[in-house]
Nanobody, 120 residues
Framework: QVQLVESGGGLVHAGGSLRLTCAAS????????LGWYRQVPGQERVLVAR????????TYADSAKGRFTISRDAARNAVHLQMNSLKAEDTGTYYC?????????????WGQGIQVTVSS
């Protein structure tokens, strides 16, 4: 089992910045990667950014490219999401995700979610 604790959300004006942190604990040695997803009411949870832990390959949603940066903090078993030039459409609940790639399929673990609100 993997436990994920998110921090750093809040309210910010458009154009501002926030940094989200996700700290992982438990069976972290099995994790293939960590990432962030955003969900707004009535819509599916969508990937914002993720990073693999073995070789730190990053993936970003088109909407995040050039504005957001995901990075790994190996010493703290954590991942950060630096969000700059925030827009109103970045508003939502952000969930930390840890995934483990198996021979067949994958396991996913989720944090409880943290609110990010960008006022226009």
């Amino acid at each position: 089992q993997v436990q994920l604790v998110e921090s750093g959300g809040g309210l910010v004006h458009a154009g501002g910045s926030l940094r989200l942190t996700c700290a992982a604990s438990g069976s972290t040695g099995s994790i293939s990667g960590l990432g962030w997803y955003r969900q707004v009411p009535g819509q599916e949870r969508v990937l914002v950014a993720r990073i693999t832990l073995r070789n730190e390959i990053t993936t970003y949603a088109d909407s995040a490219k050039g504005r957001f940066t995901i990075s790994r903090d190996a010493a703290r078993n954590a991942v950060h999401l630096q969000m700059n030039s925030l827009k109103a459409e970045d508003t939502g609940t952000y969930y930390c995700n840890a995934f483990y790639i198996k021979v067949k399929g994958r396991d996913d673990y989720w944090g409880q979610g943290i609110q990010v609100t960008v006022s226009s």
